[in-house]
C-alpha cells in the first residue's frame, strides 16, 4: 500500500528554518509526482510546490517562491521541504501528498499524508 509519513513540523520564529520531510513507500510506478499542500485555519488549502521523480523539476507557488526548496532522496524514498525565512503566515498543517497519473502536479493527488503542524511566531 501506498504511505506518506510526513514529520519535521514544529514552533518556530519568524525568519527561522524548519525541514519537513515525507517518507513515501508503496510505489510501483517508474513516474510520479510529490506535492506539498498546507491549509490554515479558516483558510482553504494551498499548493505550496511539487516535484517531479523523472527528472525533479519543480515548482512553487508565489508566496513561497525564493524561501521554500522542494528535494528528494530517491536512496530514502523521502522527500524533503526546505523552509526558510519563515513567516507568521506561513502556519499552517503541511500535507506532502503522491500523484502516479500524469499530467503531474495538476488536479487531484492520489494519495496523502496525515499532515505535519508548522507555527511560525513573531
Known amino acids: 500500500e501506498v504511505q506518506l509519513v510526513e514529520s519535521g513540523g514544529g514552533l518556530v520564529q519568524a525568519g527561522g528554518s524548519l525541514r519537513l520531510s515525507c517518507a513515501a513507500s508503496?510505489?510501483?510506478?517508474?513516474?510520479?509526482?510529490i506535492r506539498w499542500f498546507r491549509q490554515a485555519p479558516g483558510k482553504e488549502r494551498e499548493e505550496v510546490s511539487c516535484?517531479?521523480?523523472?527528472?525533479?523539476?519543480?515548482y512553487y507557488a508565489d508566496s513561497v517562491k525564493g524561501r521554500f526548496t522542494i528535494s528528494s532522496d530517491n536512496a530514502k524514498n523521502t522527500l524533503y521541504l526546505q523552509m526558510n525565512s519563515l513567516k507568521p503566515e506561513d502556519t499552517a498543517v503541511y500535507y506532502c501528498?503522491?500523484?502516479?497519473?500524469?499530467?503531474?502536479?495538476?488536479?487531484?493527488?492520489?494519495?496523502w499524508g496525515q499532515g505535519t503542524q508548522v507555527t511560525v511566531s513573531s
Open positions: 508503496g510505489f510501483t510506478v517508474d513516474n510520479y509526482a
Open positions: 501528498a503522491a500523484e502516479v497519473v500524469p499530467p503531474y502536479c495538476t488536479g487531484r493527488p492520489d494519495y
Open positions: 516535484i517531479i521523480s523523472s527528472d525533479g523539476s519543480t
